[in-house]
C-alpha cells in the first residue's frame, strides 16, 4: 500500500500500481454488486431477464420464514465449517511452521496438491466413503461394531465434513504465514524461563498468528456460506442453503429479481462480516 | 482522493446501467417462422448443438457429417435449467439448436426465442406418431420436433422390496421397512407430481388450496426420505443404498442395465407424459442446415439408433417399428405404447406462476 501525503510524483505512482487492483475491483465486484442492487428493485421478466416497473416487493418477500430459516441456516453451517476448518488447521500450521525449511515446503506442497484435482471429484470421493453401502460402513459392519449403517451420508453434518475438506487448505496457509513469521527464540525463551508448552501456545502462538486466524476464518466462511453444490451433493437435496436459493430463483423460477435480492443479501452479511475482520486484526496488531 | 472516488462511483453507476439495460433486452412475444432458402448450401454452414449430456449417441457429429455433410459440434447441458439460462441470458447464445422439454419449449416459443419450423424442409416429420401433434405443449408440432418421450413412475429393486409397489403411497407414506431408503426427484414439478397425482390434482395446477395440501405431504414425506436426487439416484438402486425412488423410465432402464432385480411401474393414480424436443433458436444463422439435421435425427433408421442407444423410447413411429422386441423384454417400459403414454398428462410451462413450484420446492426441502 502506498501511503498518501507522499510527493506528488509517488502519489500518481502510486495510483498507477494500484489500477490494475482497483480495475479488477471495480469489473469485478463494484458492478456486479451494483447490478444486483438495481437488478432487486426490478421485476421479473417473463423468461429471465428484468423489466420494470421498481418495486420493493422482493426484500419483503425474503423476509418470509422459509426463507429467513435458510439464511439462519446457511449462517450455522457456515460457521461450524469454519471453526471445524481451524480446530484442524491451527494445530497442522502450528506443526508445520516449526519443521525444517525443506519439510516445510513439502509439507505445504502436500496440502495444496489435492486442489490440482477437480472439486466434484473430491466431493463424489466423500460419497463413496460415507454412504450407507459405502466403505465406512462396510468396515464398521464387518469387522462387528455395528449391525445397521451409520447414516452419514445426505446429512447437515455431511455437508460441513466435505466443505471442511474443500477449503481447509485456505485455513491452513494464512495461520502458516502468520507461524512462520514469528521468531522461534520467542519460545524458545519462553521454555527457557519455565513456561509450559500450553502457556507459551495461549500468550505467543495463538496472539501472534491471530491475523492469519481471522483471514483463514474468511476465507472458509465467504465461500462455505455462498455453496450451493455440496448441500446438493452430500446433503442430499435435503439441506437448503442460500446458494441454492440464489441459484433456483435465477435458473428454475427465472425470478431474476428475488436471486438478485438473495445474492444482495448475501453480499451484505460478507461486508459486515469483513469489516468486522479488519477491525479486530487492526486491534490485535496494536496490541502486539 | 474524494474526487477520485467520486469518479470511480460514477462510472460504475454507468456501466452497471448499460449491464442492466442490456439484460432488458426486447424480445418480440411469439416465434417467427423460418423459410428455408433451398439454394443455400448447407455444406457451408455448421452448427452449434446442445444436448444433456449422455443423451445421444457418441459418434453422433461424425454421422452427420457424413450423411449430410454439416459440421456439428455438441455442447452438454446438465439440465433445462442450465439450456435455459444460456439461452436467455442474451439475443444470440451462438447455439443453434437446443435440446429442451416441451414446457421450456413452449416458453421459448412464447417469448419469441425459437422459430415456427418450415414444414416443407423436415419431411420426416411424417414419421411420427400422429398423437403427437396432439401434444399440448405444442400442437400441432410447429416449433418443436420431439427427440425422446416417457413418464415418470417408480423404479424398485424387487429383490430388496417386499411388496410390489403399485401406487405413489407406496413413495410418499413408505412402510417401516423402506424408510430412508426412497429418494424423490429434485426438479421442482417433479418433486411436487407424486403428491399431486395421489391427491387427485392436476400436475400442472396454480390452485393455492391444491399447492398447500401437497406440500403438507411432501413436508411429512421428507423424513422418510434418503435423498432428493435427479442424477444418481439410479447407481443409488444399484448399490443398495437406496430401494425404491421416483425415476424417469428411461433412467430405471440404466438401473435395470446392470441390475435386472430393477423394476419399473407407473403408479396408478397416474403420471406425466413429458417430452424432450429439438428447437432452432432464432438466433441462428444456420437455420438451412439446422432444419436438415432435426431431418437426418426424424429419419426412421436414424432415430431408431438413437433409441438403441439411450434407452429412452422415441416418439417416432416408423423408428419403433424397426426397434428389437428383445429391447422391450429386457426394458419393459421400452414397449410402453402411446396409448398407455397419453394416459400421462402433458407437463405444461406455467409462465410466472411457475414461482408456485420453486417456492413449494423450497419450503419442503428446507423444511
Redo the contacts between chains.
Keep these: 500500500m502506498v501511503k498518501s501525503g507522499g510527493s506528488k510524483t509517488s502519489r500518481h505512482l502510486g495510483w498507477a500500481w494500484a489500477s490494475p487492483g482497483l480495475i479488477f475491483l471495480t469489473l469485478f465486484a463494484a458492478i456486479p454488486v451494483l447490478s444486483m442492487l438495481f437488478m432487486s428493485v426490478l421485476t421479473a421478466g417473463r423468461f429471465g431477464g428484468v423489466t420494470t416497473p421498481i418495486n420493493f416487493d422482493n426484500f419483503s418477500r425474503a423476509t418470509d420464514p422459509i426463507f429467513v430459516k435458510v439464511i439462519i441456516n446457511s449462517l450455522l453451517i457456515a460457521s461450524a465449517t469454519a471453526i471445524l476448518s481451524l480446530l484442524i488447521g491451527f494445530p497442522t500450521a502450528l506443526f508445520i511452521s516449526r519443521l525444517s525449511r525443506k519439510w516445510q515446503v513439502i509439507l505445504i506442497v502436500a496440502i495444496i496438491l489435492p486442489y490440482w484435482t477437480n472439486f466434484l471429484v473430491r466431493t463424489y470421493a466423500w460419497l463413496v466413503l460415507l454412504n450407507n453401502e459405502g466403505i465406512i460402513n462396510k468396515f464398521l459392519r464387518n469387522i462387528g461394531l455395528i449391525d445397521k449403517p451409520i447414516e452419514m451420508l445426505y446429512t447437515p453434518a455431511a455437508v460441513i465434513v466435505g466443505m471442511t475438506y474443500l477449503y481447509l487448505p485456505l485455513m491452513i496457509l494464512p495461520i502458516y504465514a502468520a507461524l512462520e513469521k514469528v521468531d522461534k527464540n520467542l519460545t524458545e525463551a519462553a521454555f527457557d524461563l519455565g513456561s509450559s508448552a500450553w502457556k507459551s501456545l495461549r500468550t505467543i502462538s495463538i496472539p501472534l498468528a491471530m491475523p492469519g486466524i481471522l483471514i483463514g476464518f474468511i476465507f472458509v466462511f465467504v465461500p462455505s456460506l455462498g455453496n450451493f453444490v455440496v448441500p446438493e451433493l452430500l446433503g442430499g437435496g435435503k439441506t437448503v442453503m442460500i446458494g441454492n436459493l440464489v441459484r433456483d430463483q435465477f435458473l428454475k423460477a427465472r425470478d431474476w429479481p428475488f436471486g438478485a435480492t438473495f445474492a444482495l443479501i448475501l453480499a451484505l452479511i460478507l461486508v459486515v462480516l469483513i469489516s468486522i475482520q479488519s477491525y479486530v486484526s487492526k486491534r490485535v496488531n496494536v496490541n502486539a | ?1 474524494a474526487t ?1 472516488r467520486k469518479f ?1 462511483f460514477s ?3 454507468v ?3 448499460a ?2 439495460l442490456s ?3 426486447g ?1 418480440s412475444d411469439s416465434a417467427s417462422s423460418a423459410s428455408v432458402d433451398t439454394n443455400v448450401d448447407i455444406t457451408t454452414q455448421k452448427l452449434v448443438i446442445s444436448n444433456w449430456a449422455g443423451y445421444y449417441p457418441e459418434d453422433l457429429a461424425a454421422k452427420v457429417k457424413e450423411a449430410i455433410g454439416v459440421d456439428i459440434t455438441i455442447t452438454n447441458h446438465a439440465n433445462n ?2 439450456i ?2 444460456k439461452l ?2 442474451s439475443d444470440d447464445s451462438g447455439i443453434d439448436i437446443a435440446f429442451v422439454s416441451g414446457q421450456y419449449a413452449q ?2 416459443a ?2 419469441g ?1 425459437i422459430v415456427n419450423f418450415d414444414k416443407a424442409a423436415i419431411p420426416n416429420l411424417a414419421n411420427l406418431y400422429p398423437e403427437v401433434a396432439d401434444l399440448a405443449y405444442d400442437k400441432g408440432t410447429n416449433y418443436s420436433a420431439p427427440y425422446a418421450w416417457g413418464t415418470t413412475g417408480i423404479c424398485y429393486r424387487s429383490d430388496l422390496v417386499d411388496f410390489t409397489p403399485d401406487s405413489w403411497n407406496d413413495l410418499l407414506n413408505p412402510k417401516d421397512s423402506i424408510k ?1 431408503k426412497t429418494t424423490m426427484l ?3 414439478r417433479w418433486l411436487a407430481l407424486p403428491a399431486m397425482k395421489l391427491l387427485g390434482y392436476s400436475m400442472n395446477t396454480t390452485n393455492a388450496d391444491e399447492i398447500a395440501k401437497a406440500k403438507e405431504q411432501l413436508v411429512k414425506t ?1 423424513p422418510t ?5 435427479d442424477t444418481a439416484y439410479y447407481t ?1 438402486l444399484v ?3 437406496a430401494v425404491l425412488s421416483e425415476s424417469w423410465d428411461g433412467w430405471c432402464n440404466y438401473g435395470i442395465a446392470e441390475n435386472p432385480a430393477i423394476k419399473f411401474v407407473i403408479p396408478k393414480e397416474g403420471s406425466d407424459l413429458w417430452a424432450d424436443t429439438m428447437v432452432i433458436l432464432s438466433s441462428s444463422k444456420n437455420k438451412e442446415a439446422a432444419h436438415a439435421f432435426i431431418n437426418y435425427i426424424l429419419q426412421a433408421d436414424v432415430h431408431a439408433w438413437v433409441a438403441n442407444n439411450i434407452l429412452y423410447k422415441v416418439p417416432n413411429k416408423a423408428a419403433t417399428e424397426t426397434l428389437d422386441p428383445a429391447l422391450a423384454t429386457s426394458y419393459p417400459n421400452m414397449g410402453l405404447t402411446p396409448a398407455e403414454l397419453l394416459k400421462g398428462e402433458v407437463v405444461l410451462d406455467l ?2 406462476d ?2 408456485l413450484y ?2 413449494l ?3 419442503v ?2 423444511s
Design positions: 482522493m477520485v470511480k462510472a460504475t453507476v456501466a452497471a446501467a449491464l442492466l439484460a432488458c433486452g424480445s435449467e442450465e435455459m439460462g436467455t441470458a416458453a421459448l412464447a417469448g426465442k430412508g429434485a426438479t421442482e421428507k426420505l434418503l435423498a432428493y436426487d443409488k448399490s443398495g443404498e409462465g410466472t411457475s414461482k420453486t417456492d420446492a423450497t419450503s426441502t428446507s
